[in-house]
């Protein structure tokens, strides 16, 4: 009767902390392939639209800067009589005037803003690259949560196979009640495992959604694996295509050049300006005439504004130089730290492959024949079970430590793998 009565309890126990599992869920969406989430992204992320707009409105900047100021029509009415009659004028004159920069200045002005839209470019570039990176890290990320439940739920089918084998040993004499308490324990913590996953699956998904433009609640259908292949690039190939693909570097050469034309007009705006007026006189008493004005303007009487301006396009020239060498500077840390980052991956997942995790199988299965048989205690089983669970995390968790580095890797390097 004591036994019955221990048995129940423990059974009671099991019930209570039932898995998150048992409870009814909504059908999976279809398998979410990673190619067509980067296509949603690309076509849909907020940031990047904001980035190609911001592009467009660059290219729309070249033609204005490159046209000359709108033409004025003159009309005057000479010599009015003192009672402001306006129709007893003597002359009417009509007349067409347009500015003339000093030549070159226009041509300056056009090279500037086209400077202007092929950084933009380039910044749209790197956004997309950004993004790509971002929603790759989100999708291994996905698959990793998923993979760590799958891990844990065959992990609990383990363990509650150790509890009916405990309870077989406890109702002949040969284990004790604190070893069923102690299974029962081990399941409890896995149950609670599971809970802390789905909400980091519900993370995980939200943040997907939202670099693709979605509702934050939207579900993902089971992330297939992507297929492992050791990395094949050397460091040295990786750094000549960054420092010649990578758009930020790209986009900080032309912010250069752009500087340095703006340095250039910022000299010219020493040279004057012109305006060229053609007029035709209506005389109401005599014979009708045409005059001509040319206008100059004196850009030597307040020099002190162009000075200024000189200056202030040296100092942006300087900086943009600066902020080249900066993200050059970067760009080689973030490429050594990734490459040392994909090894290390690399490394670690032949080591589970091929060392660690079929040893710890084999000890686990040594373990339970040996429980079974009475040779091992019941805490040596928990203990190889768990320690196979915890490999089998760090091994999910290596390889997509390895396909997130190489996302990153690929935003630095400016270009896919």
Request: aromatic share 8%; net charge neutral; with cysteine.
């Amino acid at each position: 009767m004591k036994v019955k009565t221990q048995t129940a309890v423990i059974i009671a126990i099991g019930l209570l902390c039932g898995p998150p599992g048992a409870r009814a869920v909504e059908p999976e969406p279809p398998p979410a392939s990673l190619s067509a989430l980067l296509d949603e992204a690309l076509a849909g992320n907020p940031e990047i639209l904001s980035f190609k707009q911001r592009w467009n409105a660059a290219k729309e900047e070249i033609p204005q800067a490159r046209s000359l100021d709108d033409p004025q029509l003159i009309f005057t009415q000479w010599s009015i009589p003192s009672n402001f009659n306006l129709a007893g004028a003597d002359e009417s004159w009509y007349g067409i005037g347009q500015s003339l920069p000093f030549p070159g200045k226009r041509s300056l002005k056009g090279t500037i803003a086209a400077k202007a839209s092929e950084a933009a470019e380039q910044e749209y570039r790197a956004k997309i690259l950004e993004i790509t990176a971002r929603v790759k890290a989100a999708y291994y990320q996905l698959f990793l949560i998923q993979q760590s439940r799958d891990l844990h739920l065959e992990h609990q089918a383990l363990r509650e196979e150790f509890i009916r084998i405990a309870n077989q040993k406890y109702a002949v004499g040969q284990a004790s009640q604190q070893e069923l308490l102690k299974a029962q324990v081990e399941l409890s913590k896995l149950h609670n495992s599971l809970l802390v996953l789905e909400q980091e699956q519900a993370s995980a998904a939200a943040e997907l959604n939202s670099l693709l433009n979605r509702p934050p609640g939207a579900s993902f259908g089971r992330i297939k694996e992507p297929v492992y292949r050791p990395f094949d690039q050397a460091i040295d190939g990786l750094t000549a295509q960054a420092l010649q693909n990578r758009p930020e570097l790209k986009a900080a050469s032309f912010m250069i050049e752009q500087s340095e034309r703006a340095r250039a007009l910022a000299k010219k705006n020493y040279l004057p300006d012109f305006m060229v007026e053609l007029m035709y006189w209506d005389v109401h008493g005599g014979s009708n005439k045409w005059q001509t004005n040319v206008k100059m303007t004196l850009p030597w009487i307040f020099t002190g504004k162009y000075a200024a301006r000189a200056r202030q396009t040296d100092a942006q020239a300087a900086q943009a130089r600066a902020e080249q060498a900066a993200l050059h500077n970067q760009t080689l840390f973030e490429l050594r730290d990734l490459f040392t980052q994909v090894k290390t991956a690399e490394q670690l997942i032949d080591m589970y492959r091929h060392g660690v995790l079929p040893q710890a199988e084999q000890s686990l299965k040594s373990a339970r024949i040996g429980y079974q048989t009475g040779k091992v205690d019941f805490l040596s089983l928990i203990d190889g079970e768990r320690t196979l669970l915890d490999l089998q995390l760090e091994y999910a968790g290596a390889k997509v430590q390895f396909w997130q580095a190489i996302a990153r890797l690929e935003r630095s390097v400016g270009t896919a793998f």
